[in-house]
C-alpha cells in the first residue's frame, strides 16, 4: 500500500475517506475505488459512519460525513484566534480602546477574543458573551453580505436598516453609536475567509465620550487595516 503509515486499520480507513472525496459511492465502488476487500471495505465504511465521519445518502450511498465539516470549522477556529490575537493586542494599543473579535453562531455573535483597554472607562466584553445579531456594528458587519434571504430574515427587529447594511458594504466598515448599549460607540471590519466568505468581524469599542458620535472618523482605518491583516494571515495558513 502506498503511503503506509505503518498503521494498517488507519491506512485503510484514510482509502475510504480518500474516495469519498471524489463524491457519493456505493460499496461496490468504495471495493473498486480502494483496492480493499469487500468484507473490510464495509466494516470500515460502517465503523466511520458510526463516529459520524462517513454518513449516507438518500440513495444509501456512503458519503463524507458532518464530523469532517464540525472538524474543519474547529481547525480554522484555532487558526484564527492563533492569528487575530496579537492583531487585536495592537488594535488595542493603536486605538487606546477595548478590541473584540466575534463570529456568527446562528441568532447571536459570539466574542471569541478580546484584548481589553488596561484602565479607566472601557467596554468590556468577555470572551464566550453572546450578543444578539439585531444591535452594534460587528453584528452590521456579519449580516452585510450574507446572502438576500437571510439578510433580510436578519434585519426583522434589528436597530439598523438595510440601508445602513448597504452603505457598510459600499465603504467596508461598520460604526454603531448606543445602538447595543446606552453610551457605547463601536467601529467594525470584516474578515473574509475562503471565497471571500464573511467569516468573522474585528471590532473596537468604548465610551461615546472618547470615541464620539462619529467614530469611524477615529478609527476605521486602523479597524480595517486590522482586519485585512488577519484576512490574509488567514489566507496564507490555508
Same mark, same amino acid.
Given at each position: 500500500?502506498?503511503?503506509?503509515?505503518?498503521?494498517?486499520?488507519?491506512?485503510?480507513?484514510?482509502?475510504?475517506?480518500?474516495?469519498?472525496?471524489?463524491?457519493?459511492?456505493?460499496?461496490?465502488?468504495?471495493?473498486?475505488?480502494?483496492?480493499?476487500?469487500?468484507?473490510?471495505?464495509?466494516?470500515?465504511?460502517?465503523?466511520?459512519?458510526?463516529?459520524?465521519?462517513?454518513?449516507?445518502?438518500?440513495?444509501?450511498?456512503?458519503?463524507?460525513?458532518?464530523?469532517?465539516?464540525?472538524?474543519?470549522?474547529?481547525?480554522?477556529?484555532?487558526?484564527?484566534?492563533?492569528?487575530?490575537?496579537?492583531?487585536?493586542?495592537?488594535?488595542?494599543?493603536?486605538?487606546?480602546?477595548?478590541?473584540?473579535?466575534?463570529?456568527?453562531?446562528?441568532?447571536?455573535?459570539?466574542?471569541?477574543?478580546?484584548?481589553? #483597554?488596561?484602565?479607566?472607562?472601557?467596554?468590556?466584553?468577555?470572551?464566550?458573551?453572546?450578543?444578539?445579531?439585531?444591535?452594534?456594528?460587528?453584528?452590521?458587519?456579519?449580516?452585510?453580505?450574507?446572502?438576500?434571504?437571510?439578510?433580510? #430574515?436578519?434585519?426583522?427587529?434589528?436597530?439598523?436598516?438595510?440601508?445602513?447594511?448597504?452603505?457598510? #458594504?459600499?465603504?467596508?466598515?461598520?460604526?454603531?453609536?448606543?445602538?447595543?448599549?446606552?453610551?457605547?460607540?463601536?467601529?467594525? !471590519?470584516?474578515?473574509?475567509? !475562503?471565497?471571500?466568505?464573511?467569516?468573522?468581524?474585528?471590532?473596537?469599542?468604548?465610551?461615546?465620550?472618547?470615541?464620539?458620535?462619529?467614530?469611524? #472618523?477615529?478609527? !476605521?482605518?486602523?479597524?480595517?487595516?486590522?482586519?485585512?491583516?488577519?484576512?490574509?494571515?488567514?489566507?496564507?495558513?490555508?
Amino acid at each position: 500500500m502506498d503511503n503506509s503509515s505503518g498503521v494498517g486499520v488507519l491506512d485503510k480507513a484514510v482509502l475510504v475517506l480518500n474516495a469519498l472525496e471524489a463524491g457519493p459511492a456505493s460499496l461496490a465502488q468504495l471495493v473498486q475505488a480502494t483496492g480493499l476487500a469487500r468484507p473490510t471495505a464495509h466494516r470500515l465504511a460502517v465503523a466511520l459512519e458510526y463516529h459520524r465521519i462517513v454518513s449516507r445518502d438518500t440513495q444509501g450511498r456512503f458519503v463524507l460525513g458532518p464530523r469532517l465539516s464540525e472538524l474543519s470549522t474547529a481547525a480554522g477556529e484555532d487558526r484564527l484566534l492563533a492569528v487575530a490575537s496579537p492583531v487585536l493586542t495592537q488594535l488595542r494599543d493603536m486605538t487606546g480602546e477595548s478590541a473584540q473579535l466575534y463570529r456568527r453562531q446562528g441568532d447571536e455573535r459570539v466574542c471569541v477574543a478580546a484584548a481589553e #483597554r488596561a484602565s479607566g472607562l472601557r467596554d468590556t466584553v468577555p470572551v464566550g458573551s453572546a450578543l444578539p445579531m439585531l444591535a452594534g456594528s460587528a453584528a452590521q458587519i456579519l449580516l452585510a453580505w450574507e446572502e438576500p434571504d437571510r439578510l433580510h #430574515r436578519g434585519l426583522r427587529g434589528a436597530k439598523f436598516t438595510a440601508a445602513t447594511l448597504a452603505s457598510v #458594504r459600499r465603504r467596508g466598515w461598520a460604526h454603531s453609536v448606543g445602538e447595543r448599549e446606552q453610551g457605547v460607540a463601536s467601529v467594525s !471590519a470584516p474578515i473574509r475567509g !475562503a471565497g471571500g466568505k464573511v467569516v468573522a468581524a474585528v471590532s473596537v469599542s468604548g465610551p461615546i465620550e472618547r470615541l464620539t458620535r462619529t467614530p469611524g #472618523r477615529l478609527h !476605521a482605518a486602523p479597524v480595517v487595516t486590522a482586519a485585512e491583516r488577519i484576512t490574509e494571515s488567514m489566507r496564507r495558513a490555508n
